[in-house]
């Protein structure tokens, strides 16, 4: 079904604009010539794209980006698209319920990269509770619900800054699946945010692995369809599976794996009864490391922020690397800390606006 009102906007690279700078939005009463007209699942859909440039035949009415995302019009679904390291997901706006807006299901139809929207994920903002500002809540592209996920949590705050119109440098508190992550919005307009203490004992991860140091398991052996791999598992309020080495290799070259052949069998491996996200981790000195992931219910994704701090956490526990790091992922690197003091992880990364829209429900 083709799309009712067609834009001919050309989307380059992700701009660094805050969202209060963008003013130009389509309108829901005319209509912009492109050619070819776009085909989407959703008919009705509208996308409004944040560019470096705008190619438009015809004048555009403008509005405020805040007075679109505050849009109540009934029957259709509002959203944000942001990604973080090209790690992207749906944000809605959903303080007015503790339920959800849509489905899981509707979630998988919105992350299809084919008929949907494409992301992989969708991320909501639902009231606090338990004495924080807000919740977040997360449907993957398979439909599965996770704990949390850092790549998301920044751009859970960027877009929570619009809602709330917030500018300089702010913090507020999230209650997760995986407990309170307190993201703080720098001046730079990077995210830092404090993920917690890492969860090391075996069953919490959780894994049937043997614990092989204080109740741990770090540098243990796993057979993965007759390969054996040393894995180090850990919690970041979801469960991690990382891996620096297998039998054939000492140091893993991250590039050449084959991840979407090995990584469901890490995924869905026996030893894992909530399933796993796996990190295969390159050493390129001791505050250098780059990783490529498999993630839980969304497979090959170009970064994972809770992956990277689970990286640090088992780089350290194994004696590859020091507390402060540069974690390179495919979609860009994020800088994680695993304090002495407080035994807290920090991950400080970007988060980008892609672009606004709007969808029949």
Known sequence: MAI???????????TRRSLSSINSILPSSRSISATPQPTFKYPNSRLVALASSMKTETPIKTTTSTSFLHHKESGFLHFAKYH???NDFVLIDNRDSSEPKISSEKAVQLCDRNFGVGADGVIFVLPGIDGTDYTMRIFNSDGSEPE???NGVRCFAKFVSQLESLHGR???TIHTGAGKIVPEVLGDGNVRVDMGEPVLKASDVPTKLSPNKDHAVVKSEIDVDGSIWNVTCVSMGNPHCVTFSNKGSQNLLV????????????EHHEVFPARTNTEFVQVLSNSHLKMRVWERGAGATLACGTGACAVVVAAVLEGRAGRDCTVDLPGGPLQIEWKDEDNHVYMTG???LVYYG???L
């Open 4 to 14: 009712t009102a067609t834009i001919s906007v050309s989307i380059t690279t992700p």
């Open 358 to 360: 709007s969808l029949p």
């Open 170 to 172: 702010h913090s507020f």
């Open 148 to 150: 949390m996920c850092g």
């Open 350 to 352: 970007s988060a980008e």
């Open 255 to 266: 590039d050449e794996l084959k991840l979407a052949e090995i990584g469901p069998k890490f």
């Open 84 to 86: 973080g390291l090209g």
